[in-house]
Structure formats: C-alpha cells, structure tokens
C-alpha cells in the first residue's frame, strides 16, 4: 500500500441497507477526514479525527458515523442509506495539523436507489 | 454564513496564462489552499497561503489579500495536462476546510 486506498470502488446500494466504506492509509497520518463531493457544490467534511481514539463531526454528519481504532483505518458507516446520500465519497488525511496538506484516497461512488 | 466563490468554468488557450480567482467569507481565517482535481480523480494540494502575497511554484502562483477575502491561481505556460477542475479552500477559526464548487479549466489548442 502506497499513501491511501478506500473501498469499494463504486458501489450501488438499496435504500435502507447498512454500507462500509474503508479507508486505509499507510503515511502514519494523524488526521483522517471523510467528505462527500457532489455536482455543483464544494467538497464538505463529514467527520474527522485529529488522532486515533478520537473523532468529531463535520459540516454533514447526519446519517453516517466512523470509528478511529488505530493510527491507519478510518471507516465510515451508513446505518440505513437514503438517496439523497448518493454521491462521490473521499477519504483524506494529513500529518498533524489543519494547515498541513490533505492527502486523499482516489475516492468511492456510491449509489443509493 | 460560510461563502467560498470561484468561477464555475474557464476556457484558455494552450502556451497562455489563465488567472482563477476565489473570494471567500469565513468565520475566522487560518489560511487558503489551492487544489488540483482531475475528472474521476482525487484532489490534489497545489498552494498554501496564510500570509498576504504572491508565492511561485513552477508554472503555478498563488496570491492572497487578507484585508480583501481574495486570493487568486495564476497558471503560466498552459498544457493540455492542466484541463481540471481547480478547488479553492478556506480554512476557518475551527480548522475545518470550506471548499468552493471548483473552476473547470478547460484548455484548447
């Protein structure tokens, strides 16, 4: 692994299932950040975590939830998708602080019908 | 509210110079990124400016004024390779990015 992978690739969901998706970086990041990109608006922070053991919400965290057990992993939870969580998902993280660069994973797309 | 503005689409000719400007209304400022998005790909960072001024990186510019919410990309020596979509990003009192809808730069021949 090289810098940072998510999984699926792409994934097509019922309305209503429960979805996973991975984030796994190997840069020893501290700083995970989850954001959903959608056509014509700007990228928007879901959760973050400033270190493993801890996160917090970001801009749109309603419907999803995520869990920091360790340095590399930040996965985020759809308990039960809706169609409007339809969208392009990326995964980021950084070194230690804010103003340190993002580096983000090459993405997740994910279609709730 | 929150307020990041950024052209939806320019256009510019290959071997020119193109300027992409952003405006941004945060609550707090801790500084302004500039990334690069393929089509289908991920984001990737560009320019960091915290304080007022021009900052050169090759091809690429950054320049900032605080006083005015305003910073602005200048790509020199365009190539095809540079057709992307261009992300500006404010980073507020929280430390929590807020992203413009990006500038689609297309580049003809």
């Known amino acids: 692994i090289a810098g940072i992978t998510q999984a699926p690739t792409s994934q097509i969901l019922a309305a209503g299932r429960r979805m996973t998706l991975r984030c796994t970086q190997d840069?020893?990041?501290?700083?995970m950040y989850w954001y959903r990109q959608d056509l014509g608006l700007g990228l928007r922070l879901i959760h973050y975590s400033n270190t493993a053991g801890t996160t917090g919400k970001g801009e749109v965290p309603d419907g999803y939830s995520v869990s920091r057990a360790n340095t590399d992993d930040f996965p985020l939870t759809l308990a039960s998708a809706v169609p409007s969580q339809t969208s392009v998902y990326f995964c980021a993280s950084s070194d230690s602080t804010a103003t340190d660069t993002q580096y983000f994973g090459p993405g997740t797309r994910l279609t709730v019908l | 509210g929150q307020n990041i503005d950024q052209p939806t689409e320019m256009t510019a000719t290959e071997g020119a110079i193109v300027q992409i400007n952003c405006t941004y209304q945060?609550?707090?400022?801790?500084?302004l990124f500039w990334y690069q998005q393929h089509a289908g790909e991920a984001p990737t960072f560009l320019s960091y400016n915290v304080l007022d001024g021009l900052e050169e990186k090759g091809r690429f510019s950054s320049f900032l004024s605080r006083s005015k919410g305003y910073s602005y990309l200048l790509l020199k020596e365009l190539q095809m390779k540079d057709s992307a979509s261009y992300l500006c990003?404010?980073?507020?009192?929280?430390?929590?990015?807020?992203w413009g809808a990006g500038t689609k730069l297309i580049i003809k021949p």
């Open positions: 840069m020893r990041h501290n700083a």
């Open positions: 990003a404010s980073l507020d009192s929280n430390y929590q990015l807020i």
């Open positions: 945060t609550s707090g400022f801790n500084g």
